[in-house]
């Protein structure tokens, strides 16, 4: 009952000083906030934010890649006429000139059809080609998504720890006021001397001037979160929530998850495939071409010189082609040379990234499990820095105890609740990393 008494008295007099400002201010009344939700930020930022935009419309092109055409024959249609005219003289030896005009035309219709009937199995590899980098495309696009909503996760739960960080110094202004009040009040019936009200309000100014600056880097916090939102960056939104870590995360499924799910690792793999087929695409210039085509022509000529008014020809032509590569300067044999290099390279960086990933759970885990068991910790430390804060309260009432002795109360108050709340902010941040690296964010 104590408590709660000294704490409404506080806030009170904080409520009735913070009206008086706004009145002799004239400052605008506080304008209503829409309450929002981490899966509210999430969905929006998912539907608007440029980064998912632009991945998603560059995997839609690595998808219109994905054809058929390499199985598929080519044809063609063309058409050419053309006419001249000319205006020849000739002279004789004996002086007669004669004139003539000469005119030609002509039409060229075809039809063309071209079928690479067997290319050293390439179109085969080509096809497979084709949906590995689809398949890369895909693990791509949900790794920005996955870290578009780490980083919105992040915010929110950052912005959640500022709030807290606003109400926790608004309480301490709060304190600080009422003990500027007393001391004023005892140095005005003469029981003190002006140096405790003096010091009193050098306190309370460097606790609003405190509140201030936190009250900026939450507005700064919340602006980041609309500019990932891809929302208007004055927009009026509230986060009014907690932060709860989940039940205690076991690193042995982490491990296994991340091996299966981690959307870098999966990337790597369609990479390591594609650096294979690569390989088999050079390896299928050493083998024959054989090629197949056909064609219709329509012809047709006129030429006044001819006997005839006019020639015209039409008809069909097929065939099969074999091509066999010889020599060609060692180039096959570089390609595929270098292309076996680029195969081992990407086995490689393969296993890099899964020794990367299985030292980054590890380090992150540590580091997880830490914060999770100092919550407790500092929750208890809180707990017992708000009671000697009481205490101190009670006692600087009745002048038993001096100013500067109240202020290490006050802050070791601070300090343990700060402590407790960004325990509490590096615990989540690690739990949605080790979920990312693990990929089962979205789970």
């Given amino acids: 009952m104590k408590r709660k008494i000294i704490i409404s008295s506080a806030f009170i007099v904080l409520s009735f000083l913070t009206t008086k400002a706004q009145n002799g201010l004239n400052i605008n009344p506080v304008r209503e906030y829409k309450a929002i939700t981490l899966e509210e930020c999430i969905e929006r930022a998912v539907e608007a934010n440029y980064s998912v935009v632009i991945s998603g419309n560059n995997l839609e092109i690595t998808r219109n890649n994905v054809t058929l055409a390499p199985f598929l024959p080519t044809v063609a249609l063309s058409s050419r006429q053309s006419s001249s005219t000319s205006d020849q003289r000739n002279f004789s030896s004996e002086g007669v000139r004669e004139n003539s005009v000469v005119k030609n035309a002509s039409i060229i219709n075809s039809a063309s059809l071209s079928w690479r009937l067997f290319d050293g199995f390439a ?141 870098t690792l999966n990337s790597l793999r369609a990479g390591e495939k594609i650096a294979a087929l690569d390989t088999k695409l050079a390896k299928a210039a050493r083998l024959p071409l054989v090629d197949f085509s056909a064609g219709y022509n329509y012809n047709f000529n006129r030429n006044q010189y001819f006997p005839s008014k006019f020639n015209e020809s039409n008809g069909m032509n097929w065939g099969f082609s074999l091509s066999v590569p010889l020599f060609n300067g060692n180039e096959i044999n570089r390609r595929v040379k270098n292309a076996r290099i680029s195969q081992e390279n990407a086995k490689l960086t393969m296993e890099k990234e899964m020794q990367d990933v299985e030292s980054e759970i590890r380090q992150l885990y540590n580091l997880y499990n830490n914060n999770i068991r100092l919550i407790a910790f500092e929750e208890e430390s809180r707990e017992l820095a708000y009671l000697n804060l009481e205490a101190a309260m009670e006692k600087y009432r009745l002048g038993s105890l001096s100013g500067i002795e109240f202020r290490d109360y006050q802050l070791s108050y601070l300090d343990a609740s700060n402590r407790k709340m960004n325990t509490l902010y590096q615990a989540k941040v690690s739990e949605i990393t080790l979920l990312l690296i693990a990929g089962n964010l979205f789970q």
């Fill in 123 to 263: 179109m085969f590899a080509t096809r497979e080609k084709q949906q590995e980098l689809l398949s890369q495309g895909e693990h791509n696009f949900r790794s920005v998504i996955e870290n578009l909503v780490m980083r919105i996760s992040a915010q929110y739960y950052q912005i959640i720890s500022m709030q807290n960080q606003v109400n926790l110094l608004t309480e301490l202004v709060a304190i600080s006021q009422v003990r500027y009040t007393q001391a004023l009040t005892r140095y005005n019936i003469g029981s003190d001397s002006g140096l405790e009200y003096k010091q009193a309000k050098i306190y309370l100014n460097s606790d609003s001037s405190r509140l201030m600056l936190q009250k900026e880097n939450l507005r700064n916090a919340y602006i980041e979160l609309y500019s990932m939102m891809n929302v208007s960056l004055e927009s009026e939104y509230s986060i009014n929530d907690t932060i709860i870590p989940l039940p205690q995360l076991d690193i042995a499924n982490l491990l296994e998850s991340a091996d299966n799910n981690n959307t």
